[in-house]
């Protein structure tokens, strides 16, 4: 099963704070973005008990920026879940203008207890509504 049919777009949008001295967006509004994206996919397909129950800490991001991005652009923050292991859950965030990619990011999450705030492995029936069925 192709990832593609998992993908999840998010809007994003451009502040005028979002933008520094050199006319385009700071490379740190793109964690933000990354942040909003992935969190909103959680939302959007988790059921709502599961979504009330856990809570999602970044533990890495790995960004590859590849254009500027500007106040006036129409972006969107393209999500895939990429795997399940544990607590631990990993998605890869492409940031587009069009068919221009303007940033792909790899992360990490960990998924906590919202209670005990300590790590928390997802049920499969969760898992399933965003990652394809292993074989």
């Not at 509004?29 to 959007?44: F, M, P, T």
């Not at 709502?48 to 129409?74: C, G, M």
């Not at 992360?107 to 919202?114: G, H, I, T």
Request: aromatic fraction near 8%.
């Amino acid at each position: 099963m192709s990832t593609s049919l998992h993908m999840f777009r998010h809007p994003v949008a451009i502040d005028p704070s979002d933008i520094d001295h050199m006319g385009h967006v700071n490379n740190s509004v793109y964690l933000k973005w990354v942040q909003d994206a992935v969190i909103d996919y959680w939302q959007s397909v988790a059921p709502p008990d599961a979504v009330a129950r856990h809570l999602w800490v970044a533990l890495k991001h790995e960004i590859s920026y590849r254009k500027p991005t500007f106040l006036q652009d129409n972006v969107v923050a393209e999500v895939i879940a990429e795997k399940v292991e544990g607590a631990r859950a990993y998605f890869t965030t492409v940031v587009r203008r069009g068919q221009d990619v303007l940033s792909e990011v790899k992360s990490c999450w960990c998924c906590l207890d919202a209670v005990t705030q300590r790590p928390a492995r997802l049920a499969r029936d969760v898992v399933s509504r965003f990652l394809p069925p292993t074989s």
